[in-house]
């Protein structure tokens, strides 16, 4: 089976208020188009991303989405995981933003497992799965034909699908504190589903700034709140050189900071913690991902 994919080369790209009376975005149109909804046993859970290698296309997400802890340890201080869940739906919507089918692939977990098309980081929450090759077609013009191996059925749908170009991601060092991001997901949690205010299978944007660096960790704090459902999707920094801005992916979101506070009544030995949200959240580079394509 194949199907066509379109890459984002995220370069140097001119931003203008305007231009002739046209109104103009703060990122690039097809941006909107990089979150991936994460469905499993179709219940949503999580978001992700697509990105290529030229020669592969993968979905990257937070391992902990994908994975869990198999009960039986195959040596002592190792522990094996499995997949959480028998199938995986992703969703996302086409690079052609004015289509507004989302594109529909899906995936036999125990099987992608079983032929090692699954593949996670030791250190880092990261997870990766191969979805497909490309196929080398002089016939098309734009975009890129992918056949998709065995255990992923893709539904036929208007536009392409798309994806990161691997050449155009920044790595850790390369991350600059103080500049703007963009986060893209599928906060499910959010609301009430019973009356929904949103709709749970269209992302929605976030921005923030780079916060801060936790060179300990290898971790990019955001000032930009996240929730459940946000884990793995996408951070795009926002980089201006000579009036000129670029955009590149940087990582994928794992968590929020959470702000803890505690009191104790010690006249009637009472006690209450309270967990919050504090508005910071915590992603992780793109380094080790790229450890995982192949």
């Not at 379109?6 to 208020?17: D, E, K, Q, T």
């Not at 975005?25 to 030229?54: E, M």
């Not at 191996?149 to 103080?178: A, C, M, Y």
């Not at 009036?243 to 940087?250: D, T």
């Amino acid at each position: 089976m194949n199907n066509m994919v379109r890459s984002v080369w995220l370069g140097v790209i001119f931003m203008f208020i305007s231009r002739g009376g046209e109104a103009r975005r703060a990122i690039p149109d097809n941006n909107l188009s990089y979150p991936v909804l994460v469905k499993l046993d179709n219940k949503p859970v999580a978001s992700g991303f697509y990105i290529d290698n030229h020669k592969s296309l993968f979905f990257v997400t937070a391992k902990h989405v994908l994975f869990k802890e198999k009960n039986e340890i195959k040596k002592e201080g190792e522990t094996e995981f499995v997949p959480r869940a028998e199938t995986a739906l992703l969703l996302s919507y086409p690079a052609q933003i004015e289509i507004t089918t989302p594109k529909e692939i899906e995936l036999d977990l125990n099987k992608l497992y079983q032929n090692k098309q699954m593949s996670f980081h030791p250190f880092q929450d990261v997870a990766v799965i191969k979805i497909g090759d490309f196929l080398d077609d002089p016939q098309v013009k734009t975009g890129k034909r992918v056949n998709f191996g065995e255990g992923i059925k893709v539904k036929n749908t208007p536009g392409d699908l798309l994806t990161v170009d691997i050449n155009r991601v920044k790595r850790f060092e390369e991350v600059l504190e103080g500049n703007d991001v963009f986060i893209f997901g599928y906060p499910t949690s959010l609301g009430i589903q019973s009356i929904p205010q949103i709709d749970y299978e269209r992302p929605l944007l976030r921005k923030g700034i780079i916060a801060g660096k936790n060179i300990k960790q290898k971790t990019i704090i955001l000032d930009c709140p996240v929730y459940y459902g946000n884990s793995g999707g996408p951070v795009v920094e926002v980089e201006e050189e000579n009036s000129q801005l670029k955009f590149r992916v940087i990582g994928l979101i794992l968590q929020f900071v959470p702000f803890v506070e505690e009191w104790f009544n010690l006249k009637y030995h009472i006690s209450n913690l309270q967990i919050n949200n504090s508005g910071y959240s915590v992603a992780i580079p793109m380094d080790p991902v790229l450890d995982l394509i192949w």
